[in-house]
């Protein structure tokens, strides 16, 4: 996997979103002006602050902000998270701190719906493996099946943009 610095891909991420949402709605219902901003000590900082809201499920996120399309937040883990498959909405998740490995593709195992949209399951059958780390950009389009698995004692805090209407 191709290592891309994490402005560079925050830069690409906000300009594909720009064009998506101006392609998708009118100009009157554009986001309000202005930048949000957030440092490499904010996004790192996450890991601390999410820490002690751990689920059972070994994770904790926090939503940031929304917008006409796509919404972002924080997210911690400290445990395998179930295999999901979002029916209308790609992620781009943007590495912060720890190591994972991401399972994608193949088919979700047992899924059941856990909201309008959303499937859950235990596992993906067929998946392709890849080994994530701090800097680190993932895109997973809709309908996509995807897994992290976290190595035993470790940890994983990640930013997320959720891009609505895929």
């Not at 996450?46 to 002690?52: Q, V």
């Not at 193949?106 to 890849?130: C, F, M, Q, Y």
Request: proline share 4%; aromatic share 6%.
């Amino acid at each position: 996997m191709k290592r891309t610095s994490i402005s560079t891909a925050l830069a690409l991420a906000a300009a594909t979103l720009a064009l998506g949402a101006f392609a998708a709605r009118p100009l009157a219902a554009a986001d309000p002006s202005g930048a949000t901003v957030w440092t490499a000590a904010e996004l790192k900082a996450y890991a601390k602050s999410l820490a002690p809201k751990m689920s059972a499920g070994k994770v904790a996120t926090e939503r940031l902000t929304s917008y006409g399309n796509h919404y972002t937040l924080a997210a911690h883990r400290e445990g395998d998270g179930e295999a999901e498959v979002h029916e209308h909405e790609a992620d781009f998740f943007f590495v912060q701190s720890g190591a994972a490995t991401l399972v994608s593709g193949g088919e979700l195992v047992g899924g059941r719906t856990t909201a309008a949209g959303e499937l859950r399951g235990p596992s993906i059958k067929g998946g392709e493996k890849k080994e994530l780390g701090a800097g680190d950009v993932v895109h997973i389009p809709a309908r996509v099946p995807h897994q992290l698995l976290i190595p035993s004692g470790k940890e994983f805090t990640y930013f997320v943009i959720k891009v609505q209407g895929q």
